[in-house]
């Protein structure tokens, strides 16, 4: 099991920027790439950005040259630094841990921008 808290969403206005972070905890030697996703409302979860173990980080076209995927391996935490935030990035963002069999969520962290 692998257990996933994240943090640092809120409110911001356009142009702003936000950090969020995710904390893994529990079996976390397994998982194979760490992620973020965002869910607006009336809107299916899509994919933000990515960051294997081994490889490269990948990014939505959308917050391509906006978001940063980063790790702490040393405190087992994952960021996404978030600039030049739309209103279009409103969402409930995921924290993601993909153990290749099986894909962990945390609870979800509301960003919003407002105009």
């Known amino acids: 099991q692998v257990q996933l808290v994240e943090s640092g969403g809120g409110l911001v206005q356009a142009g702003g920027s936000l950090r969020l972070s995710c904390v893994a905890s529990g079996s976390i030697f397994g998982i194979a790439a760490m992620g973020w996703y965002r869910q607006a409302p009336g809107n299916q979860r899509e994919f933000v950005a990515s960051?294997?173990?081994?490889?490269?980080?990948n990014y939505a076209d959308s917050v391509k040259g906006r978001f940063t995927i980063s790790r702490d391996n040393a405190k087992n935490t994952v960021y996404l630094q978030m600039n030049s935030l739309k209103p279009e990035d409103t969402a409930v963002y995921y924290c993601n841990a993909n153990a290749l069999s099986y894909h962990y969520w945390g609870q979800g962290t509301q960003v919003t921008v407002s105009s």
């Open positions: 960051m294997p173990v081994v490889g490269s980080t």
